[in-house]
């Protein structure tokens, strides 16, 4: 497979200058509390639908529809990110760019999943790698209830079943990525999916996967079609890896080195000496992803293609620049 290498020297434009959205509202400079219900007395999706009942808490998803009516549409699910502690579902950007892409349109579904690192407390990096393993696999698990669910009423909802894609931001980046993974090996988590099932396509903002048995690979099925977007200088959800043994957590840069190897194809975007802040581009890369899901999922293009972003002008001062002690008080 031809490899198309790209750097972009970018001044102006490209992405949103430092933590601002597309619309000029400040981004707090690390991860809050989202507030569902002060956003608007109706609310801007188009549904709400409960799909699954776990540890006595109702998971549900808000769906956007096209305002056409040409028959089954292909089906985005986006999993919002807030660290496994917060539930950013209803957050402004998300919900923007939901209605986006339903206005493109694709069928989108912005879904629940339970916080596995919520209230957890943890005393060291050892600590914090098992709590994390445990609130992917709760994520990923209600992840794929979620596809269920879509599937199961593809006719209801005119779904393309054939034409999933994930798109995940941040802890939901790293939901998605897992979920592909899970599924590229056959595993226990991935048991209820039907025979045969491929996501069309993969699009993470930050992500990583999380894996106890060494370096990625796909035993079963090849990953999907992936658009990884990331910040080199990312300290929360590594860009690059960290292990432990045969425990690892394989950000961007490892992972694209894995496609690389097994000739899977992709799309990168890095963002030179960036940090966390990429993990909210979803509305800035808006083209991006529409490009990407058109050459990658629609026109099956075979290509591998890595972008750098260098933005000489950038301002140095540095409030996504936090870590996972920083976030979860580890000692």
């Not at 396509?201 to 048995?213: C, D, E, L, R, T």
Request: glycine share 8%.
């Amino acid at each position: 497979m031809k490899r198309i290498l790209i750097t972009f020297l970018l001044l102006t434009g490209f992405y949103m200058v430092y933590a601002q959205d597309v619309n000029g509202d400040s981004l707090q400079s690390g991860m809050t509390e989202s507030k569902p219900d002060s956003l608007a007395a109706s609310p801007a999706w188009d549904m709400e639908a409960t799909f699954a009942v776990r540890d006595t808490c109702s998971l549900s998803m808000d769906l956007y529809f096209p305002k056409d009516d040409c028959g089954k549409h292909p089906c985005v699910i986006f999993v919002y990110g807030g660290g496994f502690i917060n539930n950013n579902q209803r957050e402004a950007g998300v919900v923007k760019y939901c209605r986006r892409l339903a206005d493109a349109g694709y069928v989108t579904a912005a879904t629940d999943y339970r916080l596995g690192l919520k209230g957890i407390k943890n005393k060291g990096l050892l600590s914090m790698a098992k709590s994390l393993d445990n609130a992917v696999r709760l994520s990923t698990e209600d992840l794929f209830s979620a596809v269920q669910h879509l599937i199961t009423f593809a006719d209801e909802y005119n779904i393309d079943p054939s034409q999933i894609i994930l798109v995940g931001s941040s802890a939901g980046a790293i939901t998605v990525l897992q979920a592909d993974y899970e599924l590229g090996n056959g595993t226990a988590l991935a048991a209820a999916m039907p025979e045969g099932f491929r996501f069309a396509g993969v699009i993470s903002f930050s992500g990583a996967v999380f894996s106890n048995n060494g370096k990625c690979k796909w035993s079963v099925q090849p990953p999907a079609p992936t658009l990884f977007f990331h910040g080199t200088s990312d300290e929360l959800v590594t860009y690059d890896k960290i292990q432990f043994f045969n425990m690892g957590f394989y950000g961007t840069k490892s992972l694209v080195e894995r496609f690389e190897t097994f000739d899977y194809p992709y799309m990168c975007i890095r963002f030179n000496n960036r940090y966390h802040e990429v993990a909210a581009f979803m509305n800035t890369c808006f083209d991006q992803t529409l490009g990407f899901i058109q050459q990658f999922v629609r026109d099956k293009k075979n290509w591998q293609v890595d972008i750098t972003v260098t933005d000489p002008d950038m301002d140095i001062a540095k409030p996504w620049a936090f870590t996972a002690r920083d976030i979860y008080g580890m000692k």
